[in-house]
């Protein structure tokens, strides 16, 4: 087993290459104070090995370190989230106080969205 690819942040991209030259990526802006997370991505061949999530982690660092306050716009940080309630207090109002049935409805708007602007 080789070594863990590591998150490199250019930009306004944090990615992750892979030895076969592909690319994770999960794309971001900041403004006023807030962190957005707009789109994730990982190849086929690298899904469920925990990439994206690590692409969340680095920004969820990244946040706590600069202030900034996240907002969870792609599904799967709306999900990180769902999963990872520690890390719920670096999360920008509404989505901080959301409850976890209104995450996952929030994460289900964000799903629909997505597959429909990819269809």
Known sequence: MGEEPEVIKRGMVYFI????????????????????????????????????????????????KEGLKIVPICSYAVHYFIKNVGDREVLAEPYASMSDEELRKYFEERLQEERSKHS
């Open 17 to 64: 290459k892979f030895p076969d030259s592909s690319k994770a990526w999960l794309s971001f802006k900041v403004e006023d104070g807030k962190l957005y997370l707009i789109e994730t991505y990982t190849p086929p061949q690298h899904r469920g090995k925990g990439y994206a999530r690590k692409l969340v982690e680095a920004a969820v660092k990244d946040a706590r």
